[in-house]
């Protein structure tokens, strides 16, 4: 066996995974959690929902509030030339696809990198001391 190496593992001892972790971690550069890519795409995922829950919420909520103060609220469509309705719908469908298919997913569309394609996990990465 080569000097300076360890029977166990293979790699120079004294240098390893587990302390250059530690360090990183006494240091504060490395949260529990914080490195983990399903971790925070669900943490965003849950965020967009929610934002999604408060969007849906609150206009009905005032509907409802109006509704019972009295207020005769019928929503209603405004009197428009059928002729100049499509093509200003089509024109709002096509910009709201192109919004969904990029803003909907929340990632790029170009590189995605899902947790079962990353086959290197942080003990496995050697040098980092």
Do not use: N
Not at 15 to 42: I, P, Q, S
Not at 79 to 102: C, N, Q, T
Request: proline letters at 7%; a positive charge; charged letters at 20%.
């Amino acid at each position: 066996m080569a000097e300076g190496m360890s029977s166990q593992s293979g790699q120079p001892s004294g240098t390893g995974v587990a302390t250059a972790t530690g360090l990183a971690r006494d240091f504060g550069l490395l949260r529990t959690g914080g490195a983990d890519v399903g971790t925070v795409r669900e943490r965003l995922r849950r965020r967009r929902v929610a934002c999604l829950a408060l969007v849906i919420t609150l206009p009905v909520l005032a509907w409802l509030v109006a509704r019972d103060l009295g207020h005769d609220i019928t929503p209603g469509a405004p009197h428009l030339d059928p002729v100049l309705i499509a093509p200003i719908l089509f024109f709002v469908l096509l910009a709201g696809v192109l919004i969904v298919s990029v803003v909907g997913p929340g990632r790029s569309p170009h590189v995605t990198y899902r947790p079962e394609q990353i086959g290197v996990r942080l003990h496995d990465v050697r040098g980092i001391d």
